[in-house]
């Protein structure tokens, strides 16, 4: 299965990703995990994408676009993948599409995790005491939450007018909203 899960910041879409992943046996690939881990590594795309992230903005196109497409022709991705974090704006969306019809491979499904935005700033703050993430910060933490409203809000209608959409409430535990996604995607 090809999925894109998508959702607003703190959300749950990462965690959730990750066991949707371990269940149908396929990659989970966060491009958001590939910037955090190109920027523990210091590698120049690491570097490049840093200032943005601390920001709460989105990493330009053109690296994180050719970032995407060489994970995805990686062959562990033939069979299948959990695409966390990525499409999230519109020009992605079209990226996403040139990247897979050159893979013979397309989306199967692009569920959104939907959640209430006080319960989400919440767990986001939460989660910086936690994690000490750089970009957890309340005022970067409300520029994450605008830039995805006005960026990749609008991906729903594109992915729900060509029959892919599944919504899935993110509120409630765990183990509740995976059985959740689980039975929405029918695994
Ligand atoms: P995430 O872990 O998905 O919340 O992503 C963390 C940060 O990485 C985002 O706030 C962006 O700065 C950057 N990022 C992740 N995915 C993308 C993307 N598809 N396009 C642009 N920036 C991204």
Redesign the pocket.
Known sequence: MRIVLMGP?GAG??TQAIKVAEKLQVPHI????I??ANLADGTPLGLE?KR??EA????P?EV?NSMVASRLAESDAAGGFIL??????VA?VGELDTILAGLGTPLDKVVEITANTDEVVARLLNRAQEQGRA?DTEEVIRR?MDVYAEQTEPLVRVYSERGLLLKVDGMGSMDEVTARLLTALGA
């Open positions: 910041p879409k990462g966060s491009t958001g995990e910037f955090r994408a943005y992230m709460g903005e989105y990493v196109d994180t966390d974090g990525y499409p999230r704006t992605q970009d994450r």
